[in-house]
Nanobody, 121 residues
Framework: QVQLVESGGGLVQPGGSLRLSCAAS????????MGWYRQVPGKQRQLVAT???????NYADSVKGRFTISRDNAKNTVYLQMNSLKPEDAAVYTC???????????????WGQGTQVTVSS
């Protein structure tokens, strides 16, 4: 079993910053790409940012220049630094990781439970 646990969500004023963390634990042989997604009620889940195991990153156009994704491979953790937050950034943010649980196993996608980010004055 692999678990992803997010932390760092909360309420922030427009223009403020938050840092989300997502730690993977359990049976982990290797972690590939990790990423953050967000969803608001009534809309489809949207990719926010991804980071490959080697460190290359990809961002949604709406967050480029404001959000930074990073990872600590020693801690099996991915981070999302969110700056200059806007009301439209408010959503449930969920982390994702592609994990090989044991040697010889397949790469599988795992998801966290989500953390709420509210941007409001």
């Amino acid at each position: 079993q692999v678990q992803l646990v997010e932390s760092g969500g909360g309420l922030v004023q427009p223009g403020g910053s938050l840092r989300l963390s997502c730690a993977a634990s359990g049976s982990i042989f290797r972690i590939g790409a990790m990423g953050w997604y967000r969803q608001v009620p009534g809309k489809q889940r949207q990719l926010v940012a991804t980071i490959a195991s080697g460190g290359s990153t990809n961002y949604a156009d709406s967050v480029k220049g404001r959000f930074t994704i990073s990872r600590d491979n020693a801690k099996n953790t991915v981070y999302l630094q969110m700056n200059s937050l806007k009301p439209e950034d408010a959503a449930v943010y969920t982390c994702n990781a592609y994990v090989v649980p044991t040697p010889g196993d397949y790469l599988r996608a795992y998801w966290g439970q989500g953390t709420q980010v509210t941007v409001s004055s």
